[in-house]
């Protein structure tokens, strides 16, 4: 209606870009919106029942990756009058935290539920689209014919799997697609460990892109070393770290927020990271809360797309071969999609359906509490 408040909110810093860029509102991270008190560990907010949000409706993308804890904090701070609404694809990762939420609300059965099911006739001539669509539906994608925009290489040996995405990142896209390996290209992995995990991949690229030199400053934490240049990612939320952008200055870095190294003072031990014109600087004791970002994990990328993906599926990962796991790391890619592996690896995500089982009451409260309201009305 005319004249109603509007609120967008997302889960992660960059989902809640992604949203204001998608609709031109402003949007911004749930524990924004909510207000982060002093005691932030203790999961306090300022807005709650006592204090609700001035809100007319309230809209929350990438519900998948809410935890059920922060859904029950913003419950209780939207207004019995207001309206809301949750936005998300129930077939992506769940969130890190406890409960599996959106697919619960969906399951209960009680709550209105609207599904996109029609794929348009643009998003038809995608192969992207349609491999996701395949996956999510429990059969393999075509991974035969070289297509316009996906591309699957078997490389099993994750040495010669390592130096082939070397090369296709610094050398191939950047010449057959004039991507800016930084900006345009995401290498995404499952894992964390090995070579094709996110550590090794993001040594191995860095020195193929961002190499030492002599004279050169670097800072370094336990697992990275920092140079000026590098493409790095803020692993914490941090409601009271300072930013600065031309003559505004303001609060709050966000998990998953990806950044440029733009200045070292070595002397200092200090850093300076360009966040989208957001200058931030990091002391020395600070860096743990940064790593480099040339290669992310799934969960990490969740909430993002990039215009190319290269995404690594190394063999022996059996508890991170699942299927949610690599639709979420199919539907990042927005121009291409180079997936390497094995048709084997493919074939066993594809299959396993679920990670683990989540054990939730949400379901069969819900349909608790609207069955108790219905007969007392």
Known sequence: QAGSKILLAAPTGRAAKRMSELTGRMAQTIHRLLGTAVDEGEGVFQHDEHSPLEADVIIVD????????????????????????????E?????????????????????PVVRLTEIFRQAQESCIVRSAHRIVNGEMPDLREKQS??????R???SDAAAFLRDLYTRRLPQAYQFDPKNDIQVISPTRKGILGTVMLNQMLQEAVNPPQYGKPILKNLLYTFREGDKVMQIQNQYDMEWVK??????????????????????????????????VTYRKDQLDQLELAYAVTVHKSQGSEFEAVILALPEGTDR??????????VTRAKRL??????????AEMVQNQDRSQRCSCLSDMLQKAVSKEEQES
């Open 149 to 154: 925009d996906f591309f699957f290489f078997d």
């Open 62 to 89: 990438e519900v998948s990756m809410v935890d059920v804890l922060l859904f029950e904090h913003l419950l209780r701070a939207i207004r019995l009058s207001a309206r809301l609404i949750l936005v998300g694809d």
């Open 156 to 158: 099993r040996e994750a």
């Open 246 to 279: 031309l003559d505004r200055r303001g609060t709050g870095i966000f998990n998953g927020d990806v950044g440029t190294v733009q200045y070292i003072d070595k002397n200092a031990g200090s850093m300076k990271v360009d966040f989208d014109q957001k200058i």
């Open 91 to 111: 077939d992506q990762l769940p969130s890190v935290g406890a409960g599996h939420l959106l697919h619960t609300l969906i399951a209960c059965k009680r709550l």
């Open 337 to 346: 999609l180079i997936m390497i592996g094995s048709p084997r690896k493919v």
């Open 320 to 329: 991170l071969s699942y299927r949610s796991l690599l639709y979420t790391a």
